[in-house]
């Protein structure tokens, strides 16, 4: 059954009848269809959307927005398995990650429900002023219709940092998924019906990038942009909304290092170096692909990784045994192949991994690869490769370490493995990264910011930095009864 545009709580048909496959990529198969919005199609969600903020939508509080959360949060969790199922057939992934995911998604409901709740008692904020004859107060307010743009490593839990903190702060949305990955979301807009929430506050348009991504972050009636994805899109988004200047804010790429001293233990190293490359198969923005080693540990380290790495278990993510599943697409598929012959032509030393797994004609899977020598001007080294490809680099001391993990545009995330804790601290502090994880890679929680440095972004999801991201800030300044105001009073003739 063709999977359709959901817009004002109603599904309906692309305006020209187009369709996308959906693909299987563990069979290289198709298993649905998806509607392919046209700019018109796109035109109808802005205005309801637009209508239902300017509706009846702007005078529900903060204790209702918090109601409707949690009742999707449920909803969520009502369909734990069939949301994690979809989204292994859809992305890949292993059932154990999409349940991981699953449970995220519904407790960022559940946080953002919170936060709205407080929302109404929090809406004003008293400012001491140096003049008693005024006063003054910052309201805060929802900044109106936002355009949300998601990628496909992690669809529902990419939904839900973006559609939450929208709900709670009172904004209505349209959400683009990718093409790639669009079946969770369209899930969860039957969830938010069921859940209650009114027409035209979550408005899902399925469609390529390229038409309906590129027409909902250039229309006029949108009043914020939200965007996950690639470097070169972000660019694109930017430039376009500076047209009129727009409320804009990027998740972007990553290029994130993690760095060993030689007092690490090297059994819980390389099993946090292994999940920072090649849970969800790599394909993770803030990926701790770049192992920068001290020499003193770098021989066993690498040694005992290549060993662990090899044993992973391949395949199916439905298989409960898998714990790598093939990568999204066939073009993903290939892109990764590409980076891996241009490491092997840079010189770099390939010690395992770059190939599709040998008992294994279909799916777009690859083995877990490991690049070490690694020439630090090479595509590898320098360029997000969103994969399960890690590259390796060795240094000396503390001051080498942190200029090989600085030396790049991008800056999301950074790990730091040492018992020394002051070195850890250190570390930290001179890192250029909006996330650093120290003895560990990849931890995220709803509460804590989610951003980076450089290229990799401007703005900050999750926590309450998330709910800024839907919030204009206004001030309100009274001159208060009793006083007057006599700037341009005749005082000539006073005495």
Not at 30 to 53: E, G, P, Q, W
Request: proline share 4%; with cysteine.
């Amino acid at each position: 059954m063709t999977r359709t545009i959901f817009i004002g709580n109603e599904w309906r048909p692309s305006r020209d009848g187009a369709v996308i496959d959906v693909i299987d990529p563990a069979k290289e198969e198709r298993i649905d269809y998806l509607s392919a919005a046209t700019a018109h199609d796109v035109d109808l969600a802005v205005d309801c959307a637009r209508r239902a903020f300017e509706g009846e939508w702007r005078s529900v509080n903060g204790a209702e927005r918090a109601n409707l959360l949690r009742s999707i949060a449920k909803g969520i969790s009502d369909r734990r398995e069939q949301l994690a199922r979809l989204e292994v057939i859809d992305n890949g992934k292993p059932l154990a990650e999409a349940l991981w995911d699953i449970d995220d998604a519904a407790g960022c409901f559940s946080f953002y429900a919170d936060l709205a709740q407080e929302f109404d008692a929090a809406q004003d904020e008293t400012i001491a002023l140096p003049d008693e004859r005024f006063e003054s107060s910052v309201r805060r307010e929802p900044v109106g219709v936002a355009a949300q743009i998601i990628p496909w490593n992690y669809p529902l839990l990419m939904a839900a940092w973006k559609v939450a903190p929208a709900i709670a702060a009172g904004c209505t949305m349209v959400l683009k998924p990718s093409e790639l990955t669009s079946l969770t979301s369209l899930k969860l807009a039957e969830i938010a019906v069921d859940a209650g929430l009114p027409a035209g506050v979550l408005n899902v348009v399925t469609g390529l990038g390229s038409v309906a991504g590129e027409h909902l972050a250039r229309h006029p009636d949108v009043d914020k942009i939200a965007f996950t994805g690639s470097v070169p899109t972000g660019t694109k988004i930017m430039m376009g909304a500076a047209q009129e200047i727009k409320n804009v804010s990027l998740e972007l790429g990553g290029k994130s290092p993690f760095i060993v001293f030689d007092d690490a233990d090297i059994e819980a190293a390389v099993e946090w170096i292994m999940f920072g490359i090649f849970w969800n198969q790599g394909q993770v923005c803030s990926a701790t692909s770049r192992l920068i080693v001290q020499e003193g540990i770098a021989d066993r380290l690498v040694k005992r990784l290549v060993e662990r790495a090899r044993g992973i278990p391949i395949g199916n993510g439905l298989d409960p045994r898998t714990k790598l599943g093939p990568l999204v697409s066939r073009g993903q598929y290939e892109k990764v192949r590409q980076f891996v012959a241009q490491g092997v032509a840079a010189g770099a030393r390939l010690v395992t991994g770059g190939e599709k797994p040998a008992n294994m004609s279909r799916g777009y899977f690859i083995e877990p690869t490991v690049f070490t020598d690694v020439p630090l001007n090479s595509s590898i080294w320098r360029d997000e490769i969103f994969g399960p490809v890690l590259v390796v680099h060795r240094f000396s001391d503390e001051q080498q370490a942190l200029r090989l993990a600085n030396d790049t545009r991008f800056g999301l995330a950074a790990a730091v493995m040492s018992e020394d804790e002051t070195r850890c601290k250190r570390m930290s502090e001179a890192l250029r990264a909006g996330i650093v994880w120290i003895n560990c890679s990849q931890p995220t929680f709803t509460q804590a910011p989610w951003g980076g440095y450089k290229q990799s972004g401007i703005g900050r999801e999750l926590g309450r930095w998330g709910l800024g991201n839907y919030l204009e800030v206004k001030q309100v300044t009274r001159f208060k009864r009793g006083h007057v105001w006599d700037w341009y009073a005749d005082k000539s003739n006073s005495s």
